[in-house]
């Protein structure tokens, strides 16, 4: 079965630019989850999404967003770009949004501001 | 609030020694702890989990981790390291008594080195 998969892998944005990074999870989950993960760091939690609506977010500000489609196959915006928001962004997905089901991660997008 | 501590940013064993990756976590009710690794360039890859039960887990790649609710920890273990385990580990907790409970929180890593 196919794991975890995002599309860009990678991409170079300027700062104030927008950017829409894309995941399809494992066939059968419904949960979608992504993390950023800066170099030298763990990743961190900004969104879930389960059955098509946000469980949560994580503390990032207003200029990230998400959507999980019907397919659940899910996007997250970024507008207004900074420098600091370079980074590998982490998709992973599960089979429910919580309980102990385990998230599996795709390989990600490499995200530069310049 | 829930977090995960990795105290050694680095772990140096040479292949076919014991090796250990050490995390502590912090939670307000019951945890669900995770082990994920990451080569590079590539994204996290599950290993095992901790819910319930007995307190040895095992997991991927004879990989097992040991759940000390005393000493709030659940280190990794591998009894006989291989040079393709060098990789970047990643410790993850859940708090299952907060509400909601999906947020995955991440220690910041270390690095094993398995030399030959």
């Known amino acids: 079965d196919a794991g975890v998969t995002q599309s860009p892998t990678h991409l170079i944005k300027t700062r104030g630019q927008q950017v829409t990074l894309r995941c399809s999870p494992i066939?059968?989950?419904?949960?979608v989850s992504w993390y950023q993960q800066v170099l030298g760091q763990g990743p961190q939690f900004i969104f879930q999404?389960?059955?098509?609506?946000?469980?949560g977010r994580g503390n990032f500000p207003d200029r990230f967003s998400a959507r999980q489609f019907p397919n659940y196959s899910s996007e997250l915006n970024v507008n207004a770009l900074l420098l600091g928001d370079s980074a590998l962004y982490l998709c992973?997905?599960?089979?429910?949004?919580?309980?102990?089901?385990?998230?599996?991660f795709g390989p990600g997008t490499r995200l530069t501001v310049t | 609030a829930q977090s995960v501590a990795q105290p050694e940013d680095q772990v140096n064993v040479a292949e076919g020694n014991p090796l250990t990756v050490k995390c502590t976590y912090s939670?307000?009710?019951?945890?669900?702890l995770f082990w994920y690794v990451q080569y590079p360039n590539r994204g996290l890859q599950f290993l095992l989990k901790?819910?319930?039960?007995?307190?040895l887990v095992k997991g991927s790649y004879g990989f097992e981790a040991e759940f000390n609710k005393s000493q709030t920890s659940f280190h990794l273990k591998k009894p006989s390291a291989l040079v393709s385990d060098s990789a970047l580990y990643f410790c993850?907790?859940?708090?299952?008594?907060?509400?909601?409970?999906?947020?995955?929180?991440f220690g910041a890593g270390t690095t094993v080195t398995v030399r030959a």
């Open positions: 993850a907790v859940r708090d299952i008594s907060e509400r909601p409970d999906y947020k995955l929180s």
């Open positions: 939670v307000s009710g019951n945890p669900y």
């Open positions: 066939s059968g989950h419904k949960s």
């Open positions: 901790y819910i319930t039960g007995d307190n």
């Open positions: 992973a997905s599960s089979f429910s949004g919580g309980g102990y089901y385990e998230q599996y």
């Open positions: 999404y389960y059955e098509k609506e946000e469980r």
